[in-house]
C-alpha cells in the first residue's frame, strides 16, 4: 500500500517520500518489538501499520474493537481520543502502559510511544501490551525510531504538507500567465519533489467546502496537497495532488480516492452520492491543469455509468473523454429534446442499449429482456420522435452522442 523506498541515512531522510518513510520507520519499530505497531498522528489518524509475521497477532480474537476500528476506518472516535489521552499520552517523553478496559471496548493492554519533535507531541505509535512484554531495552530502541518519526513529521508539515492555497491557486487559475505562475509557486513549496511523477483527483460532490473536514494528506498514500474547488453553480469537490511511483501506476491515486470517498459516502449510484476521478500520471508539475481537467471529467463520467466503478481513471472512461469536453448544452439537441422527456424514459433506455450493441438487434432485446418485435416497434416510435433515421450512421452517432451526454 505504501511505497518503500532505498534505505537511506538518517540525515537525508528530509528528502525522502514521507509515506514510504513512515511505512518503513514502523516496520522497523515492529522488528524491533516483535509485534505489529501503529502510527498515528496526533488527532489519531492512521498513518502507517506495520505487519508482522507472527500467527497470534493475525487472529482476529486478538483485536478489540478500538484496534479493529483504528485499522479498517483510519481514525478513532472522539471518545476514544479522550480517553487514551487521560492516561497522559499527550506530555509523556517515554512509553506509556495503559490497561485493559473492557467497558471502554479496550480488551488488551497498550503501549504507547508518544512522537514529538522539539518538545512537541506530533503523533503516537501503538501496540499491543502482551505477557511478556518488550524490555524496555527495546522500548529505548523504539523510542529512538520515534525520534526520526518525529522529524518527519516536523519536516513534512513545514515543506508543504498545507499546500491548500497554492494547489487550488492552480487548479482555478485562468489558462495562460496566472496558471503560469500559480505552477511555479506550487514548485517551489513542493522542491525537489515537484519534479517527479504526479496525478491529480478529483472526488465530487465533496460534502463540506471546509478542507478540514477531509483526511489528512498524511494519511493518503503518496499525497502531496489538497483543497476544495468549485463542482458547478452550488457544490464542492475535492482535488488531491498524488505523487507517484512511475507515470503509468496510479495506484497511490486510486487508493486515496477510495479513502476519500469512504468519507465522502460514496457508494453505488442509484446509490452513489460522489464518485472519483484519476487523471493520466504526469511528470512534473506543467500539465496540471489539463491534468485537473481529465480527473473532473473522470469523475463525472464514474457518476454518470456504475459500470466505471466509484474510482475511474481517464483512461478507461472511453467516449466519455469526449463528450465531457462539450458544454453542457450540447445535451439538449433538439433532435432528442422530447425522448429525454420522463414520459419516454423506456424509450431512451431501448435506443441507447440498442446502439450499444452496435445495432445488433438480437444483443439488445436479450440485453433488455424482451422480444425483438416489441425492440422493432421501440426503435420505430424513437424515430418517430426524433425524426432520426437508425439506418443512417451520423443520426446514429448524433443519437448516442446527445443520450450518453444526457448522463452527465
Not at 514510504?20 to 505497531?37: C, F, K, N, T
Not at 487521560?86 to 490497561?99: D, H
Not at 501503538?126 to 519536516?155: H, S, Y
Not at 422493432?376 to 452517432?397: A, F, H, I, P, W
Amino acid at each position: 500500500m505504501y511505497e518503500v523506498p532505498a534505505k537511506m541515512g538518517e540525515n537525508a531522510r528530509v528528502t525522502a517520500d514521507y509515506k514510504g518513510d513512515y511505512q518503513e520507520l514502523v516496520d522497523e519499530i515492529s522488528e524491533l518489538l516483535g509485534a505489529p505497531a501503529t502510527l498515528e498522528n496526533r488527532n489519531f489518524e492512521l498513518i502507517a501499520f506495520g505487519a508482522y509475521d507472527s500467527e497470534g497477532d493475525l487472529d482476529p480474537s486478538a483485536l478489540d474493537p478500538v484496534r479493529t476500528r483504528s485499522i479498517l476506518t483510519r481514525r478513532s472516535t472522539a471518545a476514544v481520543r479522550r480517553w487514551f489521552e487521560g492516561f497522559g499520552i499527550t506530555r509523556a517523553t517515554g512509553p506509556v502502559r495503559i490497561p485493559p478496559t473492557p467497558e471502554a471496548g479496550v480488551y488488551r493492554g497498550r503501549i504507547c510511544l508518544p512522537v514529538r519533535h522539539r518538545g512537541v507531541v506530533l503523533g503516537y505509535v501503538w501496540l499491543l501490551d502482551d505477557d511478556p512484554g518488550p524490555t524496555e531495552q527495546q522500548l529505548a530502541a523504539a523510542m529512538r525510531v520515534t525520534a526520526r518519526i518525529g522529524a518527519l513529521l516536523a519536516d513534512e508539515a513545514q515543506h508543504g504538507a498545507d499546500l491548500t492555497r497554492e494547489l487550488r491557486t492552480v487548479l482555478t487559475a485562468e489558462r495562460g500567465w496566472p496558471r503560469d505562475m500559480a505552477v511555479a509557486e506550487l514548485r517551489t513549496a513542493l522542491g525537489a519533489r515537484a519534479d517527479g511523477p504526479h496525478t491529480v483527483v478529483c472526488v465530487a460532490p465533496w460534502p463540506s467546502a471546509d478542507p478540514d473536514d477531509a483526511p489528512s494528506v498524511r494519511t493518503l498514500p503518496g499525497a502531496t496537497a489538497l483543497c476544495t474547488v468549485p463542482w458547478g453553480a452550488t457544490a464542492q469537490c475535492l482535488a488531491l495532488l498524488v505523487r507517484l511511483r512511475s507515470t503509468d501506476t496510479l495506484t497511490p491515486a486510486v487508493s486515496a480516492a477510495t479513502r476519500l470517498l469512504e468519507r465522502a459516502g460514496g457508494g453505488d449510484r442509484g446509490g452513489r452520492t460522489a464518485a472519483g476521478g484519476v487523471a493520466a500520471g504526469r511528470m512534473g508539475l506543467a500539465e496540471l491543469g489539463s491534468a485537473w481537467a481529465e480527473a473532473s471529467a473522470a469523475a463525472r463520467a464514474a457518476l454518470a455509468e456504475p459500470r466505471f466503478g466509484p474510482v475511474a481513471d481517464w483512461a478507461s472512461i472511453g467516449p466519455f473523454r469526449l463528450l465531457t469536453a462539450l458544454p453542457p448544452e450540447a445535451a439538449h439537441d433538439p433532435a432528442v429534446h422530447t425522448l429525454l422527456s420522463p414520459a419516454h424514459q423506456e424509450l431512451a433506455r431501448t435506443a441507447e442499449v440498442f446502439l450499444d450493441c452496435a445495432g445488433q438487434a438480437g444483443r439488445a432485446a436479450a440485453g433488455l429482456g424482451i422480444h425483438r418485435q416489441t425492440l422493432y416497434y421501440r426503435l420505430s416510435r424513437v424515430e418517430q420522435l426524433t425524426g432520426l433515421d437508425l439506418d443512417d450512421g451520423e443520426d446514429r452517432l448524433l443519437l448516442h452522442m446527445a443520450l450518453k451526454a444526457a448522463r452527465l
